[in-house]
């Protein structure tokens, strides 16, 4: 299966990810063989497969809607690469 | 006591229990080992001499308490399972400097069972890997051969316990991350059934394949882990509440009599390394002569296995992954001026080549005109390789046959990703399945001298039973070494 360096960077792009066209080169010769490999799945029948996207089959886990506080602001914002002991600060937006 | 690092988890939890050996003595003989062996294994990210050693004063004033099975034994934990205020790296640049607020449950459990964290392991970048090649701060050595990967993606946790530099250590296994490390390193790797443990504090790769389990020098040792990380957990909505049975009642029996082991066809044929096959096949002649019945079993879907693996956990890593954003935690770029380029380049900057290329191909593969060809049709074949294994276990008790078709391979040997990928093939169906598989070291293989580990998949929730046949076969094996460092 063939991937361009262009499909590779818009799906980078997508993926908040920003690559060197050397990268991007690299990327879509491995990309193409791996999903060339995955192709194989072609081969089986699974019309009539109800897909299985975990091993656990539960309805929606529920608990009690209760008030609990298991962490401070301080430490939740004590990682946080830029704060003001409030918030959580970004660049500007628009 | 001399040489306290050659005992097992079972035997130093016993001598801790009884004051033979002060914690301070447990803690510090793994420490001398880790300054002896470090140069040459470089298994540990993180060392915690300083809260290991406080934490052992303190013990050894309290004294022993026989209701914490675990109580005064140093133990490791994988870099990917948050510790309350030791750095947490998951082997990412992206998170070099992440310091939690919180224990994972796991860690919770072995910190009340008396354990004593003592180091963080490294590992592939965000468990991504197969060799511990893509740890993004160094490669980590074969303690059995330096020249040679110790597996991956947990190879920390496994060269740390091969090395003797602690009792046991918590490793994670998304595709064979622990069974592998493992079978590379001599040592024994347990994947419990998904649900099991609680993942809660464990940094997600594929959410529907993670789990965490022991990595130990014995099959007891590693009932014994179990035993304390097994439970419901309020905060893991997918950890099962279903009782948790004594995983050490079932060991020390003498017999494998009316256990019926299943040798799938598909994984004892072609491609198998001769060394690799006669170790296992060995083993499995000492089942027989121990009473086990084999059968031969068909799981004719495990040519599709790797196909199906790696769409589902690259589309769950690429959603999982989607929360470094340079907000919250982790590397930011300090320098761009809008949000959208802050975003794009702290995570350019942060993740390695190898998470890199799965964000973007399970991007790829859940996007809009291709999420049926790829990540539905994935998930579809993910049931009928269930179904495979529900057949299979109609005829036989448990699932034999090789972890990896070769031992562990020279550092540089796998360049190419998807050759590095094929090195899942055996282990990959457990996880998909859900179901609970082992690795057990079963000798040295003829050509390269590497340890080779036979695995063992069973139904969901049997590891009582599986530690139990491990367990007979482990003691009626040849003794395994430990390596020469």
Same mark, same amino acid.
């Given at each position: ?94 | ?277 006669? #170790? ?6 000492? %089942?027989?002569?121990? =009473?086990? &019945?084999?059968? @031969?079993?068909? $799981?004719? /879907? ?97 699932? #034999? ?6 031992? %562990?391979?020279?550092? =540089?040997? &796998?360049?190419? @990703?998807?050759? $590095?990928? /094929? ?63």
């Amino acid at each position: 299966m063939k991937i361009t360096p262009e499909e590779v960077a818009k799906v980078a792009k997508l993926s908040r990810l920003d690559l060197p066209k050397e990268k991007l080169e690299l990327f879509a010769g491995q990309l193409g063989d791996i999903l060339g490999y995955m192709e194989k799945l072609g081969e089986l029948d699974t019309d009539n497969v109800d897909p299985m996207y975990s091993p656990v089959q539960h309805t929606t886990v529920l608990r009690k809607d209760e008030l609990k506080k298991d962490y401070t602001r301080e430490e939740v914002l004590s990682n946080a690469p830029e704060q003001d002991g409030k918030f959580f600060i970004v660049p500007k937006i628009v | 006591m001399s040489e306290l690092y050659t005992k097992t988890l079972t035997e130093m939890a016993g001598l801790l229990q009884s004051r033979e050996v002060t914690v301070a003595e447990a803690v510090k003989d793994c420490l001398d080992r880790i300054e002896a062996t470090e140069p040459t294994v470089k298994a540990l990210i993180t060392v915690m001499s300083d809260e290991a050693l406080k934490q052992a004063e303190v013990m050894d004033q309290e004294g022993p308490d026989a209701s914490k099975p675990l109580w005064g034994v140093p133990i490791v934990l994988k870099d990917l399972l948050v510790t309350k205020g030791t750095r947490t790296t998951c082997g990412s640049k992206i998170l070099e400097n992440f310091v939690p607020f919180y224990d994972g449950t796991a860690v919770v459990r072995l910190r009340k069972a008396g354990a004593v964290i003592i180091g963080k392991a490294n590992m592939d970048e965000f468990a991504m890997g197969s060799s511990t090649e893509n740890s993004a701060f160094f490669q980590t050595s074969n303690p059995w051969d330096a020249d040679c990967v110790p597996g991956g993606s947990s190879g920390g946790s496994g060269a740390t316990v091969a090395a003797g530099q602690c009792f046991a250590a918590l490793g994670t296994d998304t595709g064979g991350s622990i069974r592998l490390p493992a079978s590379f390193c001599g040592i024994v790797g347990l994947k419990p059934t998904y649900g099991r443990v609680s993942r809660f504090g464990l940094i997600a790769y594929g959410s529907s394949l993670d789990q965490i389990g022991p990595m130990t020098r014995s099959v007891e040792d590693s009932a014994r882990i179990l035993q304390v990380l097994a439970g419901h957990d309020p905060n893991d909505s997918t950890s099962v509440d279903v009782p948790v049975p004594d995983y050490l009642v079932g060991l020390g029996r003498n017999s494998l009599e009316g256990t019926t082991i299943g040798l799938p066809e598909e994984y004892w044929g072609k491609g198998l390394d001769n060394e690799v096959e006669a #170790a296992c096949k060995a083993a499995i002649a000492k %089942a027989e002569a121990l =009473g086990a &019945k084999t059968v @031969p079993v068909k $799981m004719a /879907l495990t040519d599709y296995a790797i196909a199906t693996y790696y769409i589902i956990a690259m589309a769950e890593a690429s959603s999982n992954l989607s929360r470094f954003d340079g907000v919250r935690f982790g590397h930011r770029n300090k320098d761009a001026e809008e949000l959208i380029d802050m975003y794009t380049s702290s995570r350019t900057e942060g993740f390695g080549d190898e998470v890199q290329r799965r964000i973007i191909m399970g991007t790829y593969v859940l996007s809009s005109g291709y999420y049926d060809a790829y990540y539905n049709k994935a998930a579809k074949v993910r049931r009928l390789l269930r179904e495979d294994f529900e057949k299979a276990f109609e005829q036989c008790d448990i699932i #034999a046959g090789p972890v990896c078709p070769t031992t %562990a391979f020279k550092a =540089g040997d &796998k360049a190419d @990703p998807l050759q $590095m990928y /094929l090195m899942d093939i055996f282990t990959i169906s457990a996880n998909l399945a859900g179901l609970p598989g082992m690795s057990l070291p079963v000798g040295l293989g003829g050509d390269s001298g590497m340890p080779v580990g036979l695995q063992f998949m069973g139904p969901a929730f049997s590891e009582a039973e599986m530690l139990s046949v491990a367990d007979c076969l482990e003691r009626n094996l040849e003794p395994m070494p430990m390596a020469k460092l």
